[in-house]
């Protein structure tokens, strides 16, 4: 499959502690990105990172890329019950589409 | 600013009957346009995609087809649904301009064939 894998599939925190979910893809990319979807609703773009980067923040928001193994993984610092929402990672493949991970389904409990 | 409409939001049809999903953007020329499908607890599924007006990319072959008959204006359409095109259908946006290959999506499109 070229779609990349989210590991968890399903994240249950507290309010307060930090979530981390990682992605594994299988083919070279040029930059992979996540989104956020809350339940029923359209996807949100969070952050993008590109293959010669190795580490990005915006605000609560950490992903980090290791190209050599594959994978990414986003953390969510001192996470709020408005977390809570699926996230998916995404790689650009070699055609130029967006193709889509199982994402994560994080659940924040205050 | 760019913005994205889809409609309709929600829709109930029966096996058989014709579809048409229409989704428009505003504030940008010349996008490239997308249509994913999403079932119940599942990641996007690629099923459209179009660099221009009359440009389509099929990357599914199944009971669907898309049009773009203007350059702000993206319609997904089929003849006789099926009880497996039940599901939630994003339409997103991509500067041609940009090579991040960023999306912007609309709110969705939810449809149930019974």
């Known amino acids: 499959s070229q779609q990349g894998e989210e590991d968890p599939q399903a994240l249950s925190i507290q309010e307060g502690e930090n979530a981390t979910m990682n992605c594994s893809y299988k083919?070279?990319?040029?930059?992979l990105q996540w989104y956020r979807q809350n339940s029923g609703r359209g996807l949100v773009h969070l952050i993008l990172i590109r293959s010669n980067e190795r580490e990005k923040h915006s605000g609560r928001l950490r992903v980090t890329l290791d190209t050599s193994k594959k994978s990414s993984s986003l953390l969510i610092t001192a996470s709020r019950a408005a977390d809570t929402a699926s996230y998916f990672c995404?790689?650009?493949?070699?055609?130029?589409?967006?193709?889509f991970g199982q994402g994560t389904e994080l659940s924040v409990k205050p | 600013s760019q913005t994205i409409h889809q409609w309709p939001a929600t829709l109930v049809q029966p096996v058989g009957s014709p579809l048409s999903l229409e989704c428009t953007v505003e504030?940008?020329?010349?996008?490239?346009l997308y249509w994913y499908r999403q079932a119940a607890g599942r990641g996007l599924q690629l099923l459209f995609y179009?660099?221009?007006?009359?440009?389509i990319s099929s990357e599914v072959p199944q009971n669907l087809s898309a049009s773009r008959p203007q350059d702000w204006q993206f319609i997904l359409s089929s003849k006789k649904l099926l009880l497996s095109d039940s599901g939630f259908y994003l339409c997103?946006?991509?500067?041609?301009?940009?090579?991040?290959?960023?999306?912007?999506f609309g709110e969705g499109s939810r449809l149930t064939v019974l």
């Open positions: 504030g940008t020329s010349n996008p490239n």
């Open positions: 997103a946006w991509k500067s041609y301009r940009r090579d991040t290959g960023e999306l912007f």
């Open positions: 995404a790689r650009r493949n070699q055609g130029g589409k967006l193709i």
């Open positions: 179009s660099v221009g007006i009359g440009q």
């Open positions: 083919t070279s990319i040029n930059n």
